[in-house]
């Protein structure tokens, strides 16, 4: 059960969008759409920010959209806050009865 | 609003077994998956197991020799024992109903250290 593959950082000025991908294979990401997406700020618990590949929990701001291409998926911030600066983790069923995390992305805001 | 509460050990010798406890409240209990993740200081978060509505378990295959979680549908609990514990195995441990939902445990520091 391998990890699956994040960038470990991206970047990005206020306003701007950003897109944070998370690699696997046709066993995990591409092969099911049970792919999340958590938000984890310093000290903090993680919070989900999509599920299901493109599911937003309730509260979650529109700004935060999810997708997936073949073994890819995608979480992309529009508009840029200050307060988005955090880690980023995905994660995926792989049908095993089992999930595997990404190694989380570290988002600056310049 | 579903919350959860955690608690167990904060300080575990090297050898011994980890035993943590999730309270679940204000929801229901039952038809849930409920999982258990860790994070090393500094590191990523790591998916240790899950147990179904039916009560079977499912473990990360890097634990399954030493791991163990349950429900105790009478108290609305469940729990987690992570056996022959190393220093490796220190992270914060959080409970949380599910991956594909917004409810996690605010997490416990564990730290093995004789």
């Known amino acids: 059960q391998s990890a699956l593959t994040q960038p470990s950082s991206v970047s990005g000025s206020p306003g701007q969008s950003i897109t944070v991908s998370c690699t696997g294979t046709s066993s995990d990401v591409g092969g099911y759409n049970f792919v999340s997406w958590f938000q984890q700020h310093p000290g903090e618990a993680p919070k989900l920010i999509i599920s299901?590949?493109?599911k937003r929990p309730s509260g979650i701001s529109n700004r935060f959209s999810g997708s997936k291409s073949d073994n890819t998926a995608s979480l992309t911030i529009s508009g840029l806050q200050a307060e988005d600066e955090a880690d980023y983790f995905c994660c995926s069923y792989t049908g095993s009865n089992t999930w595997v995390f990404g190694g989380g992305t570290k988002l600056t805001v310049l | 609003q579903v919350q959860l509460q955690q608690w167990g050990a904060g300080l575990v010798r090297p050898s011994e077994t980890l035993s943590l406890t999730c309270a679940v409240s204000g929801g229901t209990f039952s038809g849930y998956f409920w999982t258990w993740i860790r994070q090393p200081p500094g590191k990523g978060l790591e998916w240790m197991g899950e147990?179904?509505?039916?009560?079977?378990?499912n473990y990360n295959p890097s634990l399954k020799s030493r791991v163990t979680m349950s429900l105790d549908t009478s108290k609305n609990h469940f729990s987690l024992k992570l056996s022959s514990m190393t220093a490796a195995d220190t992270a914060v441990y959080y409970c949380a109903r599910g991956l594909r939902g917004p409810t996690w445990g605010p997490g416990t520091l564990v730290v093995v250290s004789s």
């Open positions: 147990v179904n509505p039916s009560g079977a378990s």
């Open positions: 299901d590949v493109t």
